[in-house]
């Protein structure tokens, strides 16, 4: 199948064939992000479920969080046929899904106790997801420093885009 669109980069032009609805270089791109958002799907749900499996302190920046937020919801929606596989799924999820929210919620500056608004119905619910949805804190907090964004480099660009 091939994708088409409209190229909206007049800087891309030259790399185009013949007209601009069609980009090789554009749909390469596109395929390849999408390779790469499986990967860091499979990693962040690997990480999260062994060496991070029950580990609520540090911190994890809102890519991190939302990617196993997203893998998880997918697992659910996987089994929500089987009722009785569901539950068990739930509940193995539950623990490693508490804790990416309260290193989340340490990233923003806030402690996990904010996960206590769970118990309250609906407006906790919204309230909660505004604050994991709250940028970072860019400089060290009592809960830890941040991920570094450049991976150690000395120009500050490593290739990839920074996890915030």
């Known amino acids: ?22 980009c090789h270089n554009e749909l390469q791109d596109l395929h390849m992000r999408r390779g790469n958002l499986m990967n860091e799907l499979i990693s962040i749900l690997r990480v999260n479920l062994t060496s ?15 990617l196993w937020f997203l893998s998880t919801a997918l ?3 996987l089994f929500a046929l089987i009722p009785v596989a569901n539950a068990f799924i739930s509940l193995f999820l539950l623990i ?4 990416a929210a309260t290193r989340r919620l ?3 500056g806030r402690s996990g106790k904010w996960l206590l608004l769970l118990l309250v119905l ?8 505004i604050l994991l949805c709250l940028p970072s804190e860019p400089e060290p907090n009592q809960y830890g420093s941040p991920k570094p964004l ?15």
């Open 1 to 22: 199948m091939v994708e088409t669109f409209q190229l909206t980069d007049p800087k891309l032009a030259p790399t185009c064939f013949g007209s601009s609805y069609f």
């Open 122 to 129: 609906v407006i906790g619910w919204i309230w909660l997801a």
């Open 52 to 66: 991070k499996y029950a580990t609520f302190y540090g911190r994890d920046s809102r890519k991190q969080y939302w």
């Open 150 to 164: 450049n991976n150690g480099n000395s120009n500050g660009s490593n290739g990839q885009r920074p996890y915030r």
């Open 75 to 77: 697992i659910d929606s």
């Open 106 to 108: 340490h990233d923003s």
């Open 96 to 99: 490693p899904g508490l804790a």
